[in-house]
């Protein structure tokens, strides 16, 4: 039997004729390749004892994995993003310091590590400042008195940004005696406003150094100076010491300069109680500048879990303001959250966009650690409106939500994990309405923080 053998350039023009189809007359444009996107939305995820920082498209729909996905990175206490630019890992390690690393986007879209990474001291607080990312927390000077008791002072880390470069300050005249009532304070939050840099003051109490100062003079309350050691962790004290602030019923802000922490004004209102989120040793910070620069002041009134009831505070958690510019609180603006959300207090906040502000809520009452703040609110600061946010899961299975929410287009994105068997997802709060809408499904075990990265060189 002969093999047919076929002529494709015969059979080829055959079938052009027959069809009437083919037009030699044009050469085909060949179709450009698709440019990768030099952006993307990041998300940091858990799944297991791992973390992974995930690309997505958009926010409002679809999914992402963990699962053999994204790139694996170590845990992290704050996830921090520098604008658009960059992400940053801070690590608190208590009482030693914590390997922090940073991450870019590629102009591929992919997430990679910047090659520096960074050993900062323990921090109790954090912000943006300028070029810096910068860390506090309240540490032991060189300063002794004569019985050898340590005066208190402020660690600072900055953390420059473009250059990745890092170094440490300790701000001696920053701790004892700030307020002039013989405490020593920490701070909570770190805010770059009107050209200045505005953080809230957290009276701490006596150290020994400040109960020994001036012959005891500071001391209101002598049977509340610890007569031994005792406590544990955030909440662990020596013998000599006050615990806890003796004035409860009042707020300060200090309005820096500069970032060099020097020459505060200090603004005092006793409409509310010291402003600053709390878990553990964490001071989250609750003084946000609305787009005027007007700043608001939040306190959740965590002096009213104290257990004496002498450094009680007796105010509800509430809102004061510092007009933009100004040098003292606006003496005409005070609200109550408690009034308006039904009695329960505040747990941390954020800003939105305009005069809006994210409230993370407690419905089961205040603590320390915050357990049971599983509730949002909208609050609109010129118009003194509070608003509870619908369309998020029932408060009763929400687990977490993600440490920071990523604002865009005037709404604000946050990670949402629950207990009813659902995976995570981000939920798109719309601050006019105060509406929640489930968007981007994440398959992992916890969602810490969502934003936005562009390739930079």
Known sequence: ?????????????????????????????PTPPVKPSDESYVISAAAGE???????????????????????????TVWLFYGNQYLYRLQYNQGSQGVTTSYRIDPNGNVVARPKEYNITRFTTYGIFGEYIITCSSVDTDTQDAEGNIAKGLGLNYLHVQNETTRSATVAGGGENFLGNGEYVTFAGILEANGKLYTAVIPMGLSKYGVKAENGKYVKYPDLVKTEDGGSGSGAYEKGELQGTQYPDEAWVAIYPDDTFTNPTLVRSDRISYACGRNRSQYYQTIWAADNGDVYVFSPSYAKIQSDERQQTKLPSGVA?????????????????????????????????????????????????????????????????????????????????????????????????????????????????????????????????????????
């Not at 939500?401 to 995976?423: H, K, L």
């Open 50 to 76: 791992a973390n992974y920082l995930l690309t997505a498209e958009s926010l409002e729909n679809g999914s992402v994995t963990a699962q053999h996905n994204g790139l694996e990175t170590a845990t992290g």
């Open 1 to 29: 039997m002969k093999k047919q053998r076929w002529n494709t350039g015969l059979t080829a023009l055959a079938a052009c004729t027959l069809l009437a189809a083919c037009d030699n007359s044009e050469t085909p444009v």
């Open 321 to 457: 303001r510092i007009r933009a510019g100004a040098a003292e609180f606006d003496a005409a603006y005070h609200f109550d959250i408690e009034a308006a959300s039904g009695g329960q207090p505040l747990f941390r906040c954020w800003h939105i966009t305009d005069d809006y502000f994210l409230l993370q809520m407690y419905n089961q009452g205040l603590n320390a650690r915050g357990e049971g703040a599983t509730k949002m609110a909208v609050f609109r600061g010129e118009s003194k409106t509070f608003k509870y946010v619908t369309g998020l899961p029932d408060p009763d299975v929400i687990s977490s939500f993600g440490s920071y929410p990523y604002n865009e287009s005037g709404a604000a994105y946050i990670g949402v994990v629950t207990t009813d068997g659902s995976q995570p997802a981000i939920y798109r709060i719309d601050p006019s309405t105060a509406v929640a809408t489930r968007g981007l499904t994440v398959n992992a075990g916890s969602v810490s923080a969502v934003g936005k990265l562009k390739s930079v060189e």
